[in-house]
């Protein structure tokens, strides 16, 4: 399991904005971070799209000194709507985004 910094990982995800949005006409895009249970860590997207908010992630697992590396490589997108559940099982990001 190879473990990188925060930055490090935020930094990629931050390349993929302007070609996210141009190819999925998304209104906007940032990050998605959350600390969660047990040393887990959740990274990924912000994504707004036609007046909709979702939250695209994987799981991380943080290590002693602040590292993180990926508990699996299936995405999960969340809405802000309540009524929508979370969806999982995406194998990459344009996928998730090709529905939205």
């Known amino acids: 399991m190879e ?6 990982i935020i930094n990629e995800l ?3 904005f302007q070609p996210y949005i141009e190819k999925f006409d998304l209104d906007g895009i940032g990050i998605f971070e ?3 249970k047990d040393n887990r860590y959740y990274l990924g997207y ?3 799209k036609d007046g909709k908010t979702y939250h695209v992630h994987i799981p991380y697992i ?5 590292a993180l590396a990926p508990v699996e490589t ?3 997108v969340e809405s802000d709507d309540p009524r929508d559940e979370d969806r999982r099982g ?5 996928s998730i985004f090709r529905t939205l």
């Open 3 to 8: 473990f990188l910094s925060r930055e490090q």
């Open 14 to 16: 931050q390349q993929s």
């Open 34 to 36: 959350e600390e969660g």
């Open 46 to 48: 912000t994504a707004e």
């Open 62 to 66: 943080k290590n002693n000194s602040g």
């Open 74 to 76: 299936e995405w999960t």
């Open 90 to 94: 995406y194998n990459d990001v344009e």
